[in-house]
């Protein structure tokens, strides 16, 4: 099993590798750190190799601009220089965000843009309004930014998000006009000629929700996402991440295929069988902020067929059925028996062995893991080697 001993249960690793650029041989590259491992005889089958999407999109160099995403709403969703652009809840992040809503404004330089926010945080738990302003308002309230701009400071990163947006957008000679509401349908009352819905997660019931209120109405999924063009990406603007002033960095394309590619390479070069993820943000909620960190719109941006049927990762209760033999009077010994073929019995969810079990979407978890491991790749390890949860040890 490799160098590591048996006593040893599920685990994850950071993996270094070479600085991954525009058109390089990221393949070779990971087939190369792989090798490695094997040399090593720290590779099993079942293992999961995860590969870090940004170094994916990089390597398929496949970066927009701002200028592309204006020119795309121009051509494609017949927004006019003019026009009124609606922005429903976007999430508030430099990285993310902020460059996409300049290619909003370039496209509509003598239009306006409306930009809607939640309040008090956006999906994903960034804080637009001090928590003690939000604990005085209700929920239904709708708030102009020039009403309540004294309140917009975010708590930890001080950043007036709602006035750095409008500054964003009057660079661009576009009118702002910004204010907040937790009612989808506000934004209709402005009368938008188009209307993007903005949201990551649940952005398919806003759209639905939206369409028939306003003239146009798409999502951030519906721009950067035609095959036809140099750079794009099945999410779309999903995903997407700020590469320098003027450029993106889109989420990376085909991933399911580029995952099934790397595992045939392995397969076909060093002869184990391993599952691959290409991950982008963890699932997970940080406790002191309130921050939910996926941003992405899921943790893992493809993947091998393995994950395709959705499995879960469950279990037995160990601590109770430990407990309750014990009080039967059972040794140690005795117990790790009763552990083991517990767990190779198998139990479902409603069965008492599995209370306070929380399935998991396998894939999800391992994407999660992947990207805690690794630091957002801060800690030069873009692919992970994850060890025994696909495939128990």
Known sequence: MGKLPDYVGPCAFGIKMGVVTPNCDLLGMINEAVRQCDRDEFLDDGDVICITESCVARAQDNFISTDDIAAELREKHNVKADSRLGVLFPITSRNRFALILKGFAKAVPQGEVVVQFSFPCDEVGNMIVLPEFADSCEADELFTYAKIKNHCQHPITKIDYPGYYQEIIEAEGARANIFLSNNPEAIASFYPDCLIVSSIHDRVKKHKLMQD?????????????????????????????????NLLNLAPRDGDAYAMTIQKTIKDNIGKDVEVIIYGDGAYKDPVSGIYELADPQPSLGSTIAFKDGRMREGVKYKMLADTAYANGKSPAEIEVILADTKKAGYGQHEIANEGTTPRKLEDLIASLADLVSGSADAGTPMILVKGLFKER
Do not use: F, R, Y
Not at 228 to 235: G, R
């Open 213 to 245: 209120k306003v003239p146009h109405c798409i999502t951030l999924q519906d721009i950067s996402s035609d095959p036809a063009k140099a750079a794009w990406s099945e999410w779309g603007l999903l995903g997407s991440n700020m590469s320098s002033d």
